[in-house]
Nanobody, 123 residues
């Protein structure tokens, strides 16, 4: 059974940092990424990364987080991380881990999803 379990969310002030983790079990994935959904809004792409058998990684980011967020993977742990720095109030959302075969900014391209973790940025 495939499972993705996120952790690391919380409530922080603007300018603070958080690190989200997502542990996968049941199989390995070529692409793992992060999406987020704010209240009343559609789920949106945040970042994704693809690794190959020679541990070459490719990362892609939404423009709104580029330069502030960093996605990384630990293939030995079958996990993906999202380091979020310089957080803004507009980053407030439920963050979802996603996994699949194709690297994509489209949620429909991912086959498996975690349950989500809340990130709240407020002064």
């Amino acid at each position: 059974q495939v499972q993705l379990v996120e952790s690391g969310g919380g409530s922080v002030r603007p300018g603070d940092s958080l690190r989200l983790s997502c542990a996968a079990s049941g199989r390995t994935f070529s692409s793992m990424g992060w999406f987020r959904q704010a209240p009343g809004k559609e789920r949106e792409f945040v970042a994704t990364t693809t690794s190959s058998t020679v541990n070459v990684y490719y990362a892609e980011y939404a423009d709104s987080v580029k330069g502030r967020f960093t996605i990384s993977r630990d293939n030995a742990k079958n996990a993906v991380y999202l380091q979020m720095n310089s957080l803004k109030s507009e980053d407030t959302a439920v963050y979802y881990c996603a996994a699949g075969a194709l690297r994509s900014r489209l949620a429909v391209q991912y086959d498996y999803w975690g349950q989500g973790t809340q990130v709240t940025v407020s002064s």
